[in-house]
């Protein structure tokens, strides 16, 4: 079993979008524990196969070495490679085997993108007894992605306050410090929140739900 974070899964999503109709690829890297392998950080890398980046992927061995040496600095290693499949399945495909055969310890995580959207997410690792590739079960850890977003949401929501807080029949003095106290834990509390969900998690804050909310608000507008 593989586990990781929700915002390190939607960083690999973004890139193979982004990469369409070509094969994005990147490095899997963390640590082990009794239940499997932990994904602790996604390293994109280019594809160096510009002729058939359509059904290929090449990294770059001195960004392999690159990325070992800062996870090692960590106490962490290479678990795994991941990439994209542009308009075909997340299986692994004769290619995908070689690599497999290779690198027998890692796990291969692929993302099946069909015109552009992300359609699939699967893992794979080398069977040493079957000779061959099987699937292998991805645990993503939504916990901290949600709590990331709920702090992100109540950042804002303190910040809002703050045009608020000059129309209390307060003092002046008061007024200020209360904005100010304010715009700092707003800050702060923003800062913890993008530590849970990653910078993913605020830029799908942003997207989806602001923009989402702004949207349906402008629509019952002009609604009436």
């Not at 800062?191 to 993913?200: L, R, S, V």
Request: hydrophobic share 40%; with cysteine; proline share 3%.
């Amino acid at each position: 079993m593989i586990h990781i974070n929700q915002h390190l899964v939607n960083r690999m999503l973004k890139e193979a979008k982004t990469a369409y109709p070509h094969e994005c690829c990147g490095l899997l890297v963390g640590d082990s524990n009794d239940s499997g392998k932990v994904v602790r950080e996604v390293y994109p890398v280019e594809n160096k196969n510009k002729v058939r980046a359509a059904d290929r992927y090449e990294i770059d061995p001195k960004e392999f070495d690159r990325i070992e040496q800062a996870a090692t600095k960590k106490g962490w290693n290479i678990t795994g490679i991941y990439h994209s499949h542009p308009d075909h399945p997340a299986e692994p495909s004769a290619f995908d085997k070689e690599c497999a055969n290779v690198w027998t310890e890692y796990s291969y995580i692929i993302i099946s993108v069909k015109d552009g959207v992300d359609d699939d997410l699967r893992c794979w690792c080398f069977n040493s007894g079957k000779q061959d590739v099987e699937e292998e079960e991805v645990k993503i850890n939504r916990r901290n992605f949600i709590i990331g977003l709920s702090l992100i949401g109540f950042s804002f929501s303190v910040y809002l306050i703050i045009p608020v807080i000059f129309c209390l029949n307060i003092s002046m003095k008061a007024k200020s410090g209360s904005a100010a106290v304010s715009y700092i834990l707003s800050w702060v509390v923003l800062g913890i929140g993008i530590c849970f969900a990653g910078k993913e998690g605020y830029e799908f804050f942003k997207e989806i739900i602001l923009k989402g909310f702004f949207r349906k608000i402008i629509g019952k507008k002009k609604d009436e």
